[in-house]
Nanobody, 124 residues
Framework: QVQVVESGGGLVQAGGSLRLSCRAS????????MGWFRQTPGKEREAVSC????????YYADSVKGRFTISRDNAENTLYLQMNSLKSDDTAMYYC?????????????????WGQGTQVTVSS
């Protein structure tokens, strides 16, 4: 059974940093594309960043380019999202998801195996 568990969210002041982690189990992590998504109440889930199963291509939403960095550690079955220069607009529930042999295509509808999310709140 595939399971992904997010952690690392919290309350941070604008301009600060957080690193989110997503640990996956029940799958061959190194053949799964992984992604970070976020959602606020009343809005659709949106793509933040994705990384191909091969690790050689990534996607970033325009709103986070230059501030967020996605990475993966296949030895630890873990996905990371380093978030710097956080803004109040980054406040959301952040989710991790996986899909087998995926590219860096970050459309949420392509992904299954969603985690429960970790809340990020940025105070201005």
């Amino acid at each position: 059974q595939v399971q992904v568990v997010e952690s690392g969210g919290g309350l941070v002041q604008a301009g600060g940093s957080l690193r989110l982690s997503c640990r996956a189990s029940g799958l061959r992590f190194n053949v799964y594309a992984m992604g970070w998504f976020r959602q606020t109440p009343g809005k659709e889930r949106e793509a933040v960043s994705c990384i191909a199963w091969s690790g050689d291509s990534t996607y970033y939403a325009d709103s986070v380019k230059g501030r967020f960095t996605i990475s993966r550690d296949n030895a630890e079955n873990t996905l990371y999202l380093q978030m710097n220069s956080l803004k109040s607009d980054d406040t959301a529930m952040y989710y991790c998801a996986a899909r087998p042999y995926g590219s860096n295509d970050c459309r949420p509808a392509l992904y299954g195996n969603w985690g429960q999310g970790t809340q990020v709140t940025v105070s201005s």
